[in-house]
């Protein structure tokens, strides 16, 4: 069974998509989002063929499933290009707004008091503990959005999203690159589970804040795992989020969309939320540690031809473009080389060839091994 709401915050407002719900709720609770940044389209895609599929699909637990999360991003062209990864009104990138509300610091502006919590409920069995902190989560979402003082335009997205994902045990938020493989963020302690999405990139993240949906979701199981030892008793980590990015930006491809749909149904497959196995063949998986995801930046101004595609492997000393130099043209000097300083697989590059001084042109993954 499925039905499909429409989330409205109040009838004068803007803000509203739609979300579309599978299955009665016994069992996991799966969060699925796109389009958070407006030109990050693919996800829409994806989640398009994700409802057709899972009409014939048993679903064991539920699965939410939103689309086009902000509507606001996804309107915001200047001329042919979609100009939606940042707010118009305050500035805020749409993925850097989030709350880290089980962090201590965060009590004094509405935070879940975390010390209380584990206190009230320290000899509870680990299931009463993670439906009454899922309870506390989305409470304390809601009491920040109904503040006297008024909230922000982009933290009423934000904390209207966590909302949604409240309840959840397992969240995806789909993007894309600029022009980019698909990849995954995949946090340290779901390297294992990762592998069943058969992505071809991944990076390892480690479980610490950085302001974006999927470390907002996970973060506070983090916290509540370290209270939980602090006051003397161990509980696991039984919660996954993943961004999962999708290719590359202001494009849709949708024979790609049934390649992607196929690697997120594997991966609900794994975690029993539905009956299911992929018989495709994908190629093998590699990933790296954050720290050796390198950003490589235009060391001047120019023109940038791109001679190596996202995907490639990389081997040191390889040329990846040359920079034509506009102060330079006509002259022997005009072509800079850009090589790559170590081997690697290269993940992204900059969607123009238009590179200013400092602009990060090549997004490479260093020192890779299997999944």
């Known amino acids: 069974m499925y039905k499909i709401n429409v989330f409205q915050e109040s009838s004068s407002d803007s803000l509203s998509f739609n979300v579309f719900e599978f299955g009665t ?5 799966v969060y699925i989002q796109s389009s958070l940044h407006g030109a990050e389209l693919q996800g829409t895609a994806v989640i398009h063929e994700l409802i057709k599929r899972l009409k014939s699909i048993s679903v064991y637990g539920q699965i939410r499933l939103v689309p086009a999360c902000n509507p606001r991003s996804i ?3 200047c001329g042919p290009f979609t100009q939606g990864r940042f707010s118009p009104v305050t500035g805020d990138n749409w993925n850097r707004i989030f709350w880290d509300l089980a962090n201590p610091s965060s009590l004094q502006n509405g935070g879940l008091d975390l010390k209380s919590f584990v206190a009230n409920h320290f000899h509870d069995s680990f299931e009463s503990i993670r439906f009454e902190f899922k309870k506390q989560i989305g ?9 006297a003082y008024g909230t922000s335009e982009s933290k009423i997205l934000a904390f209207t999203l966590q909302g949604l994902a409240a309840d959840a045990d397992y969240v995806l ?4 690159g600029s022009c980019a493989t698909r990849y995954l963020y995949v946090p340290i302690h779901c390297r294992e589970s990762a592998r069943a999405f058969f992505m071809p990139c991944n ?3 480690p479980l610490e804040f950085g302001n974006a949906f999927d470390e907002a979701t996970f973060m506070p199981w983090v916290h509540l795992q370290a209270q939980f030892r602090e006051a003397g008793r161990e509980v696991p980590l039984q919660f996954e989020s993943y961004t999962v990015e999708l290719g590359s930006e202001e494009i849709i491809d949708l024979d790609e969309a049934c390649f992607d749909a196929e690697r997120i149904l594997n991966w609900l497959g794994s975690k029993g939320v539905i009956s299911y196995k992929t018989s495709k063949t994908f190629p093998v998986s590699m990933a790296c540690h954050l720290k050796d995801y390198k950003s490589y930046y235009a060391p001047v101004g120019g023109l940038l031809d791109f001679c190596v595609k996202p995907g490639d492997v990389l081997k040191e000393g390889q040329v990846m473009g040359n920079i034509l130099r506009i102060d330079q043209i006509g002259t022997d000097s005009a072509i800079l080389p850009i090589l ?4 690697g697989i290269l993940v992204s590059h900059a969607s123009s060839s238009n590179c200013h001084k400092g602009s990060e042109i090549f997004l490479v993954m260093e020192n890779p091994e299997p999944l």
């Open 25 to 29: 709720g016994n069992g996991p609770t």
């Open 75 to 77: 309107n915001e062209l």
């Open 139 to 147: 409470l304390t979402l809601r009491n920040r959005l109904s503040s």
């Open 173 to 176: 938020d789909l993007h894309t």
């Open 203 to 205: 990076l390892l993240v």
């Open 340 to 343: 790559a300083e170590e081997a």
